[in-house]
């Protein structure tokens, strides 16, 4: 058995794994690069394996950059059966014609100025119909569910808490009577995250290939981040200018919805017009509203206490271009939240156009940012930048809350993998810059004595039998337990403030309310401790 990185190897995107067994071809992912014009290029050249050959593709969730090359695979003649969980296939089938919708637009556009340069003209990499015909190809799994592929091969999804849908896949293989356990974890979400539930836990493998996007760096406690991103939208609101958003369509744009949920119901910022402008992302919300029984349980009491997650006062959803174009007119005070997540393609370009010199806006970046991107340049400073041919001087205020980040940090990806009984004979580190890679690497072997890979793109490796197994030393790390307490109290918190100020507008004899009251007080102090705790 051998694997072939054809993705995701000392860079962030791209991720796609070829698998061959004895019987079998198949890719884990299918992803497109992003990012600087180099890794883009990737996208264009021919696959390194004949597309009729694979049986099959597993898919570890909808993000573009693990499923976004799989119309390019159905262009080429790939026929197999694409498994995922259901709520995977729900988003593909909206965001794989949205990205071949996009390509289709920008080779368009190239090809006028081509034209006119008498160059080549160049075709999108997919089409249209190329996406709409490899949806019809996915097999829907629920979590848990025992999958036999092949007599050789059985799989199981488990939840990755990364976005809806998101699984860790769980693959084994027999070959000559010797079974074999690989583990790839898509992309491991954080914990105590809005909306999406923790990471499962695996307790073996023989082979774990792991992502490690954030595996040099901590994030911000979520308490903070909350803390900071009202902070930031107060004080914007206050100067009379746009907060901009860009936000991946899928999961990032749901939470920050969740959040800003949370402070209009707490009254915690001025009331002002909130506005999703981004059609993926709108019809990516109607997708969450229907799978909201798959969500944690803080979403289920929100839901109890009868308010949905995605309505609260002052959202508005621009569906059209032209109700897009009309928000460029709008100068005192509104948070637009758009797409892409990078800040390197579709409508948020626009805002940024007309907010970024004014220097009463702010900017938030809740994402990650590849290297090349407009986003990851305007957080490493740049002054100025040209935006559809335009040069802009940076003067709005620039943040990163990677608090929203919808990937484990380095001591939540360690806190994950101590989970495993027995530790996993050889952990292959994808999905993370070389630094980030080496970091990680360097701490899991320090702390668990595991051996640590980190692979070339287009590297193969063999992937013989495990002989050796090492326990994983049991640990949880302490300031987790805490933080989960923090949370909840600060749930309570808020929840006991909402259940006041119901109970003022109907009405409320003194005794009761003296009685509530109390309760907030306790809960004050206890939220202050937890204040310290995170801090």
């Given at each position: 058995?051998?694997?072939?990185?054809?993705?995701?190897?000392?860079?962030?995107?791209?991720?796609?794994?070829?698998?061959?067994?004895?019987?079998?071809?198949?890719?884990?992912?299918?992803?497109?690069?992003?990012?600087?014009?180099?890794?883009?290029?990737r996208n264009y050249g021919s696959?390194?394996?004949?597309?009729?050959?694979?049986?099959?593709?597993?898919?570890?969730?909808?993000?573009?950059?693990?499923?976004?090359?799989?119309?390019?695979?159905?262009?080429?003649?790939?026929?197999?059966?694409?498994?995922?969980?259901?709520?995977?296939?729900?988003?593909?089938?909206?965001?794989?014609?949205?990205?071949?919708?996009?390509?289709?637009?920008?080779?368009?556009?190239?090809?006028?100025?081509?034209?006119?340069?008498?160059?080549p003209l160049i075709t999108p990499i997919y089409t249209t119909e190329d996406a709409e015909g490899c949806v019809k190809l996915f097999s829907r799994a629920s979590y848990g569910e025992t999958l036999t592929i092949s007599p050789e091969i059985t799989v199981r999804f488990q939840d990755a808490g990364h976005i809806l849908g998101s699984s860790l896949i769980e693959i084994w293989i027999n070959e000559d009577g010797q079974e074999t356990k690989l583990v790839f974890s898509g992309d491991v979400g954080n914990y105590n995250r809005p909306l999406m539930k923790d990471p499962t836990i695996i307790e073996s493998a023989d082979y774990l290939f792991l992502e490690s996007t954030y595996g040099d760096r901590q994030h911000q406690t979520i308490a903070n981040t909350k803390e900071q991103f009202r902070d930031i939208i107060v004080r914007t609101i206050g100067r009379k200018g746009n907060v901009?958003?860009?936000?991946?369509?899928?999961?990032?744009?749901?939470?920050?919805?969740?959040?800003?949920?949370?402070?209009?119901?707490?009254?915690a910022i001025p009331p002002v017009p909130i506005i999703i402008d981004s059609p993926l992302a709108i019809r990516t919300t109607e997708i969450f509203r229907r799978h909201l029984k798959d969500m944690d349980?803080?979403?289920?009491?929100?839901?109890?206490?009868?308010?949905?997650?995605?309505?609260?006062?002052?959202?508005?959803?621009?569906?059209?271009?032209?109700?897009?174009?009309?928000?460029?007119?709008?100068?005192?005070?509104?948070?637009?939240?758009?797409?892409?997540g990078m800040a390197d393609a579709g409508r948020i370009k626009h805002h940024l156009k007309h907010n970024l010199w004014r220097p009463e806006s702010s900017v938030i970046f809740v994402g990650y940012q590849a290297e090349g991107t407009l986003g990851r340049r305007l957080l490493n400073g740049e002054k100025l930048v040209r935006i559809h041919g335009e040069e802009i001087m940076t003067r709005a205020e620039i943040y990163n809350l990677d608090g929203f980040s919808g990937h484990s940090d380095q001591e939540n990806l360690l806190r994950w993998i101590k989970r495993f009984r027995v530790g996993p004979g050889c952990i292959f580190l994808v999905h993370g810059e070389e630094a980030s890679c080496e970091n990680l690497a360097q701490r899991i072997t320090q702390e668990t004595g595991l051996r640590t890979r980190i692979p070339y793109w287009l590297e193969i490796a063999e992937l013989p039998p495990i002989t050796e197994r090492i326990a994983v030393p049991e640990i949880e790390k302490p300031v987790s337990i805490e933080e989960d307490l923090c949370l909840r109290v600060e749930r309570e918190y808020f929840k006991l403030r909402l259940k006041i100020r119901e109970l003022v507008e109907k009405g409320i004899d003194d005794q009761n309310y003296d009685l509530v009251l109390k309760q907030l007080r306790e809960l004050e102090k206890q939220v202050h401790t937890c204040s310290l705790v995170g801090a």
């Open positions: 058995m051998k694997i072939q990185f054809l993705g995701a190897a000392r860079t962030v995107t791209g991720s796609c794994f070829l698998l061959e067994t004895k019987q079998s071809k198949f890719l884990v992912d299918c992803g497109m690069f992003q990012g600087s014009k180099a890794l883009k290029e696959f390194t394996f004949d597309p009729t050959q694979i049986d099959f593709v597993l898919l570890s969730h909808a993000h573009i950059d693990h499923s976004g090359m799989i119309p390019k695979l159905y262009r080429h003649g790939f026929r197999g059966p694409i498994y995922s969980t259901a709520a995977t296939a729900d988003l593909c089938e909206v965001m794989l014609p949205d990205s071949a919708h996009i390509q289709e637009m920008e080779v368009e556009r190239k090809n006028r100025k081509f034209s006119r340069a008498g160059k901009i958003i860009p936000a991946f369509a899928v999961e990032r744009t749901q939470d920050l919805i969740y959040t800003l949920g949370l402070l209009v119901r707490e009254k349980s803080e979403t289920q009491d929100l839901l109890k206490d009868g308010h949905n997650p995605f309505e609260i006062p002052g959202l508005r959803y621009s569906m059209t271009a032209d109700e897009s174009r009309a928000l460029n007119t709008l100068k005192g005070g509104a948070i637009i939240i758009s797409a892409s």
